[in-house]
């Protein structure tokens, strides 16, 4: 008797998925694993159910490297809903506090927004994943129970007006890990005097990922295997970022066995991307001028397995 599970296999590379609304990151990455037939897979940032847009999914080898992406920028395009806050800070949260709505004018949001941007304090929603004494906040706060929370610095690089009437205000945001759109919202409907909560979010960016490369789900449901994997970043998509050493093949024998190594040319600090001669081989960190110590390598072997 055959078994009818779809055998999952040692697959690497990235993929560039549109989430739609109303599926959590978990979901959308089950999904796309299974459709990979992925042993192993992870993405790089949730996105609210509620929320929609690219979501980098990491396939095997890739998955080593995805906290680069978990540490760096994001763009949202964002419509902030006025005249109510919510205690979700968002549409589908409970109406906590319903407000007159002002007119606007494109200085008045400005002005308002100006204190929102740069270095700020942010202080986190009840309805967030992080943990106070081992629970997550939105399960204290779906029993009713509120935590003060510690405001945290977060960088707003943008955040530019993209259009406004009298009920709500489109935003171009681009932030740093750890910002809150929801909270951005709602502090900006504060300081307009509106109250406001986030009505659309949409994520336009991660690093140098866009959603102009990304596909939805049922586009990549619709492709044949061989073009699901035509979609496939390399791992070393996520690094892009870092600098590049290449080396020769003594070198490559001793950074494969994890031990420091010299390079003739290249940066005075910080992480390098590491190309032996067979391809790329991981991450590195400059030791001192000169030498570069691995600490962070894939697996040759799975990253460069045959998709077949």
């Given amino acids: 008797m055959t078994s009818s599970r779809k055998p999952f296999r040692h697959i ?38 509620l929320a929609s847009g690219l979501l980098p999914v ?25 005249g109510a806050e919510t205690d979700t800070a968002d549409l589908e949260g409970a109406i906590i506090g319903s407000f007159p709505i002002r007119p606007l004018s494109n200085e008045l949001i400005e002005l308002a927004l ?22 997550r906040l939105y399960d204290l706060a779906r029993k009713g129970i509120e935590i003060e929370r510690e405001p945290r610095p977060v960088t707003i690089h943008e955040a530019k007006i993209e259009g406004f009437d009298a009920e709500w205000i489109d935003l171009d945001v681009l ?23 986030v009505e659309v979010l949409r994520r336009t960016a991660v690093a140098d990922c866009t959603i102009e490369d990304a596909i939805t789900i049922e586009a990549l449901e619709a492709l044949s ?18 600098p590049a050493v290449c080396l020769d093949e003594a070198a490559t024998k001793v950074a494969g066995f994890g031990n420091p190594f010299t390079v003739e040319a290249g940066p005075d600090s910080g992480w390098v991307r590491i190309y ?12 001192e001028p000169g030498r570069i110590g691995p600490r962070r390598m894939a697996n040759l072997a799975l990253a460069e397995m045959p998709q077949d």
């Fill in 276 to 287: 032996g001669t067979n391809g790329f081989m991981g991450l590195g960190e400059v030791l």
């Fill in 12 to 49: 690497s590379g990235v993929f560039l998925l549109d989430k739609p609304t109303g599926l959590s990151s978990n979901g959308a990455l089950q999904k796309v694993r299974w459709l990979f037939g992925a042993k192993k897979a992870g993405h790089t940032g949730s996105l609210d159910p």
């Fill in 58 to 82: 990491c396939l095997g080898e890739a998955t080593k490297f995805s906290s680069h992406l978990l540490n760096s920028d994001k763009r949202y395009s964002v419509r902030i809903r006025l």
């Fill in 175 to 197: 932030c740093s890990k750890g910002t809150y759109i929801r909270s951005l919202a709602q502090d900006l409907g504060r300081a307009l005097g509106t109250g406001g909560h």
């Fill in 225 to 242: 295997p061989d073009e699901r994997e035509g979609r496939l970043l390399p791992t070393d998509a996520l690094v892009s970022h870092f």
């Fill in 114 to 135: 100006n204190p929102l941007r740069g270095e700020i304090l942010q202080v986190p929603p009840m309805y967030s994943a992080l943990k106070h004494q081992g629970q």
